[in-house]
């Protein structure tokens, strides 16, 4: 399966051997951990078992703190 997302202002297509994709191995497939960075889903931020499918508008996004 093919998902595009959007991460750091560059369009990207990730590929995946299974049917059922979630955000978080759309982080795993990035590097990137839910305590780092987070999925947003047609424009929601989607839980880490939210299930993605091709058609979704994906954005990823890092979390950034500050003090």
Do not use: C, W
């Not at 994709?21 to 880490?48: M, P, R, W």
């Not at 091709?54 to 890092?62: A, H, L, M, T």
């Amino acid at each position: 399966m093919e998902i595009k997302i959007k991460y750091r202002g560059k369009e990207q297509i990730l590929e995946f051997d299974k049917d059922k994709v979630t955000a978080s191995d759309i982080l795993k497939a990035l590097g990137l951990s839910s305590e780092h960075a987070f999925v947003a889903k047609n424009g929601e931020i989607a839980s880490e078992d939210e299930v993605i499918s091709p058609e979704d508008s994906i954005k990823v996004v890092n979390a950034i703190s500050g003090g």
